[in-house]
């Protein structure tokens, strides 16, 4: 599953997960820390959708 950041367009895909800030590939995107944000504007996961 993919997640969409609302503000910027950055995609985070769960299989790739996102190695360059320490995120291993198969990471759901549930199981990222709470204090996760977007790598280019930095907002919350809660501004992320589901694609």
Same mark, same amino acid.
């Given at each position: 599953?993919?997640?969409?950041?609302?503000?910027?367009?950055?995609?985070? @895909?769960? $299989?790739?997960?996102?190695?360059?800030? !320490?995120?291993?590939?198969?990471?759901?995107?549930?199981?990222?820390?709470? @204090?996760? $944000?977007?790598?280019?504007?930095?907002? !919350?996961?809660?501004?992320?959708?589901?694609?």
């Amino acid at each position: 599953m993919t997640y969409v950041c609302e503000v910027c367009g950055w995609v985070y @895909d769960e $299989e790739a997960g996102d190695p360059d800030n !320490g995120i291993a590939p198969g990471t759901k995107f549930e199981d990222l820390p709470d @204090d996760f $944000e977007c790598p280019v504007c930095n907002v !919350g996961k809660e501004l992320f959708s589901a694609q």
